[in-house]
């Protein structure tokens, strides 16, 4: 049984607006009593983190390239990111920098009961040209 939580960042570098979907594994058999999901334990909120540290490819903004690429990744038990994968490219140069975005990031795995779980993440991020 997959239980699914939205949670919604508004940021504003670039336009830039980012939905963080989240979706758990199925890494328990039973329902969960008590789960919680993955944190972002960067400096400060994701939002702010991924503001600071994205860079808007200079050739995608000079030939007006844009739009939402939604990277997959797993937060892995020891709070890691693997697997990361672009479900929904733009271009090359916009799906790369999410990607890279996505592997600076570091997580509290999210826990089952009281057990830290595989969680798989979901970050579609808006590239928008002003």
């Not at 049984?1 to 830039?16: A, W």
């Not at 039973?30 to 400060?44: D, E, L, R």
Request: glycine residues 6%; positive net charge.
């Amino acid at each position: 049984m997959n239980k699914i939580k939205f949670v919604v960042l508004k940021g504003f570098r670039l336009s830039l607006f980012i939905m963080l979907l989240t979706s758990m594994l199925a890494s328990c058999s039973v329902a969960c009593k008590n789960s919680t999901q993955p944190q972002f334990t960067g400096h400060g909120l994701l939002e702010n983190f991924i503001k600071e540290n994205i860079i808007y490819p200079e050739d995608a903004v000079n030939n007006s390239i844009a739009g939402k690429v939604k990277v997959q990744f797993i937060v892995e038990k020891d709070g890691t990111v693997s697997g990361t994968k672009v479900l929904e490219g733009v271009h090359k140069l916009l799906d790369d920098e999410a990607v890279r975005i996505v592997n600076l990031t570091t997580w509290t795995p999210g826990n089952c009961n009281g057990k830290p779980i595989r969680t798989k993440l979901i970050l579609p991020v808006n590239f928008k040209l002003e």
